[in-house]
Nanobody
Framework: QVQLVESGGGLVQPGGSLRLSCAAS????????MGWYRQAPGKQRELVAG???????KYADSVKGRFTISRDNSKNTVYLQMNTLRPEDTAVYYC???????????WGQGTQVTVSS
């Protein structure tokens, strides 16, 4: 069994920054795909950034140049540094892990990110 716990969400003004963390426990293999997803009200959940493999990262076009995903394998933790936040980044952000980024097997509980003045 795998457990994922996100933290770091909150309210921030446009142009601000936040850093999300996802701590994983249980049977995590270093080659598993891990990523950050988000779901805004009335919209489908979408991939924001993720490790497709140890050496391959993917970003949504809307966050390229603003968001950076990183991981600390020794802590089984994945981070999402979000800079230059926009109101359209407002969503619940989820951490997901599985054999691929397309369909994670496990999800965290989500953390709310609100970008508003």
């Amino acid at each position: 069994q795998v457990q994922l716990v996100e933290s770091g969400g909150g309210l921030v003004q446009p142009g601000g920054s936040l850093r999300l963390s996802c701590a994983a426990s249980g049977t995590i293999f270093s080659l598993d795909a891990m990523g950050w997803y988000r779901q805004a009200p009335g919209k489908q959940r979408e991939l924001v950034a993720g490790f497709a493999s140890v050496q391959i990262t993917k970003y949504a076009d809307s966050v390229k140049g603003r968001f950076t995903i990183s991981r600390d394998n020794s802590k089984n933790t994945v981070y999402l540094q979000m800079n230059t936040l926009r109101p359209e980044d407002t969503a619940v952000y989820y951490c997901g892990v599985g054999p691929s980024l397309v369909a994670p097997s496990y999800w965290g509980q989500g953390t709310q990110v609100t970008v508003s003045s």
